[in-house]
């Protein structure tokens, strides 16, 4: 392995990854058609299932997020059908402007930082048909978490089909695709999961399943993937370091166990809120949706971004992100899911309250690290 | 690095990589919007076109061969658009398959195992108007390098676009995408240029750029991909630990020198067709048009397919492949590209024929072996 300096990366995705999943992947070369790739097949997808706390039908595809999002958009929709695109963020606004490459689709969009509202979903879907709907679980541009539950509700009383990026939300935040009724949840890699960049992962209902057409994206038909993972095969070559990789996250959660997993991450999410409350800064979304992967603060007057992330990252060795879009410059994001330690997370928040004070932002020193530790 | 006892890995792709590419995989998550990683996107773009030889626009896709023919195809083609594919075997109709999904083409069929035959495609173009032409160049199922000068001149000399399956060929037969004029070109990680599984990259004809559409597959949207390369960026999160393993196989065929590396294939491929005689065996293709890259031999009477490669890989440690679709059975089909070296594949023909031997076919000890060593 070779040697890097280590550095808090704190980073929205990718994640650290665990020594075990960046050693998976330096072997040699091996055939994906052969008999040990089919069992890495055969346990990643079991693997995957338990990740997604599903018994359903799931594909694994050699392509990020976005790859993944296309095979269920591709898979289950036809240009005509009637989509409600819920948006308010980057990533919402992505998964908008892919319906509208397969489908009809229309936004239905609130302010970044705010929740989408259910009542005005029910609103729309009363005075229109859908087909389906789609949601972006967790709002990784602002930090926040859409009210899953409440929505997942609403389509299905509306008996439309309810499409959901969780890219930064599976396995990290509580889960019950079944019991909501969930159609699709896709999921990347290098988020909560903390393999490295470059797959995806999807969930389908049965019926979504039953649904799937064969008039989609051809890299990524969803079904030609589903119905080649159930025999440990792929229809084409996939990435086979990357699966190795996966696969050993994949363990990692399954050691740590899912509900635990989700629990420390919950644990840090409020750590991570409390050293922004001791900083004297501000959540940039409405705290009662206040992600528990991702924490987005607003920058306090004068405190320049690209500046500040420069000295902590160049005298710290702390990496997190700036704004995007529309909030470039305005915050800046914290991601605290996957291994990530409350050590990792206060490490971050030092480097963070040093360079603020650096920058002239009076604040106790120690105050972050202080607030954190009463948390975890 | 995880030790892995050694094997003697024949396949036609993926092959066996080099220390240097496998370790460059085994490193901490890195940012891929971060300044690092630009520099990384600027040298694979470089060394992406040295390995196309081409001064043109090229891609880098987190996703197989497949996903390059499909950025290539959908991209520039369009439903109505007349296509005529040029198909001798099985990847060639898999890439007939994709043109049919993005446009309406029509096969011109050839035997598996004959070339494609270029008066044929004079007269099929002269009798109806063709938008684009596609080839697979060099056909892997039957280990057979179709005539693409013969075949662009025409293409060409009929205003056609002409997109390429190069999948196989590109890095180990001799190029001149811009002196044959061929529009698009696509390569897969795993063959050639000897990095893991998991990426492809397009170059593309000046033309063939400025003709690039919007109504596309949204994760292979080559036009996103082309111009997010140019300012070394990507549209959707990289496979990181495959752009770095990329970059060094890259930086391994330039050290080598394209031409050198090409060279050496030639030679190999010789003698292994030295080997293929000696052992009282045929090759499969016509030998006019026997790849270089990959070398497909017919079974001799008696000898079970299964069985052959079963103890060839539990006795010897070697691993070649079967053949695919109607070839089941019939051929075995041995890789020589990348940094394989006259000394694997002797390896490889020494557990050969003592596998045969053992099966009863008669061939003279060490015949194979002797055969090779005058060639390289």
Same mark, same amino acid.
């Given at each position: 392995?070779?040697?890097?300096?280590?550095?808090?990366?704190l980073?929205?995705?990718?994640?650290?990854?665990?020594? =075990?999943?960046?050693?998976?992947?330096? %072997?040699?070369?091996?055939?994906? =058609?052969?008999?040990?790739?089919?069992?890495?097949?055969?346990?990643?997808?079991?693997?995957t299932? *338990?990740?997604?706390?599903?018994h359903?039908?799931?594909?694994?595809?050699?392509?990020?997020?976005?790859?993944?999002?296309?095979?269920? !958009?591709?898979?289950?929709?036809?240009?005509?059908?009637? %989509?409600?695109?819920? !948006?308010? #963020?980057?990533?919402?606004? =992505?998964?908008?402007?892919?319906c509208?490459?397969?489908?009809?689709?229309?936004?239905?969009?609130?302010?970044?930082?705010?929740? %989408?509202?259910?009542?005005?979903v029910?609103?729309?879907?009363?005075?229109?048909? *859908?087909?389906a709907?789609?949601?972006?679980?967790?709002? $990784?541009?602002?930090?926040l978490?859409?009210?899953?539950?409440?929505?997942?509700?609403?389509?299905?009383?509306?008996?439309?089909?309810?499409?959901?990026?969780?890219?930064?939300?599976?396995?990290g935040?509580?889960?019950?695709?079944?019991?909501?009724?969930?159609?699709?949840?896709?999921? #990347?890699?290098?988020?909560?999961?903390?393999?490295?960049?470059?797959?995806s992962?999807?969930?389908?209902?049965?019926?979504?399943?039953e649904?799937?057409?064969?008039?989609?994206?051809? *890299? !990524?038909?969803?079904?030609?993937?589903?119905d080649?993972?159930?025999k440990?095969? $792929?229809?084409?070559?996939?990435?086979?370091?990357?699966?190795?990789a996966?696969?050993?996250?994949?363990?990692?959660?399954k050691?740590?166990?899912?509900?635990?997993?989700?629990?420390?991450?919950?644990?840090?999410?409020?750590?991570?809120?409390?050293?922004v409350?001791?900083?004297?800064?501000?959540?940039?979304?409405?705290?009662?949706?206040?992600?528990n992967?991702?924490?987005?603060?607003? *920058?306090?007057?004068?405190?320049?971004?690209?500046?500040?992330?420069?000295?902590?990252?160049?005298?710290? =060795?702390?990496?997190?992100?700036? #704004?995007?879009?529309?909030?470039?410059?305005?915050?800046?994001?914290?991601?605290?899911? #996957?291994i990530?330690?409350?050590?990792?997370?206060?490490?971050?928040?030092?480097?963070?309250?040093?360079?603020?004070?650096?920058?002239?932002?009076?604040?106790?020193?120690?105050?972050? %690290?202080?607030?954190?530790?009463?948390?975890?």
């Amino acid at each position: 392995m070779t040697d890097v300096p280590r550095e808090a990366f704190l980073l929205p995705g990718p994640v650290k990854m665990h020594p =075990r999943v960046i050693e998976a992947m330096a %072997v040699p070369a091996m055939n994906h =058609r052969g008999p040990e790739f089919k069992e890495v097949l055969a346990e990643v997808r079991t693997l995957t299932q *338990y990740a997604f706390a599903t018994h359903g039908p799931v594909a694994v595809l050699s392509g990020s997020g976005t790859a993944g999002l296309e095979a269920a !958009v591709s898979g289950l929709l036809r240009k005509g059908d009637r %989509v409600l695109n819920l !948006v308010n #963020g980057k990533f919402s606004e =992505r998964f908008h402007e892919l319906c509208q490459v397969f489908s009809t689709s229309t936004a239905l969009t609130f302010d970044w930082g705010t929740a %989408v509202d259910p009542a005005s979903v029910a609103a729309a879907m009363d005075s229109q048909d *859908y087909r389906a709907v789609t949601l972006c679980w967790n709002e $990784t541009s602002t930090g926040l978490t859409n009210p899953i539950a409440e929505v997942a509700k609403i389509v299905k009383d509306h008996d439309a089909l309810f499409l959901v990026d969780g890219i930064t939300a599976v396995g990290g935040i509580e889960n019950r695709m079944e019991a909501w009724g969930l159609d699709a949840l896709i999921v #990347g890699s290098q988020k909560c999961l903390a393999a490295p960049a470059g797959l995806s992962a999807v969930a389908l209902s049965k019926r979504a399943y039953e649904l799937l057409h064969p008039e989609t994206s051809f *890299y !990524v038909n969803l079904k030609a993937h589903i119905d080649a993972l159930a025999k440990e095969d $792929t229809p084409f070559t996939p990435a086979v370091p990357l699966f190795l990789a996966f696969r050993e996250a994949l363990r990692l959660l399954k050691e740590e166990g899912l509900e635990h997993r989700i629990a420390r991450t919950r644990t840090l999410a409020e750590a991570a809120r409390a050293g922004v409350a001791a900083l004297g800064l501000e959540l940039f979304p409405d705290r009662r949706f206040a992600s528990n992967t991702v924490t987005a603060i607003r *920058y306090p007057p004068g405190i320049d971004d690209s500046k500040f992330r420069k000295i902590l990252r160049a005298d710290h =060795r702390t990496i997190v992100a700036g #704004g995007q879009a529309q909030l470039k410059g305005k915050i800046f994001r914290i991601g605290h899911m #996957g291994i990530c330690s409350i050590e990792d997370l206060q490490e971050g928040f030092r480097a963070i309250e040093t360079t603020l004070a650096a920058m002239g932002h009076r604040v106790k020193a120690g105050a972050a %690290v202080e607030a954190m530790a009463g948390r975890a």
